[in-house]
């Protein structure tokens, strides 16, 4: 992990198109302004992880079931449907 001492309004550059900025610090919270493509995601942790967490759910249910639609009777035809 690499550690680096910012201070406010000084920023660091991942690439060649992120770029991280200190905007303010309160106390012991510091506000990062993120500037990144929008084909990059950027989440805070608790986010991401919640994200990860409900795409394993998703691929660990049981297969989904398509409803049937019931049998439509052509125009005209008095004959009771046949349903299964």
Do not use: C, F, W
Not at 8 to 21: E, F, L, S
């Amino acid at each position: 992990m690499l550690v680096l001492a910012r201070k406010q309004n000084q920023q660091i550059v991942i690439g060649d198109n992120i770029y991280i900025k200190v905007v303010r610090m309160e106390g012991d919270v510091v506000k990062l302004g993120i500037q990144a493509p929008l084909s990059i995601p950027v989440h805070r942790q608790e986010v991401y992880d919640e994200i990860q967490k409900s795409n394993k759910a998703a691929l660990t249910t049981g297969p989904r079931t398509v409803p049937q639609l019931p049998d439509k009777k052509p125009p005209g035809d008095s004959s009771p449907t046949n349903r299964h």
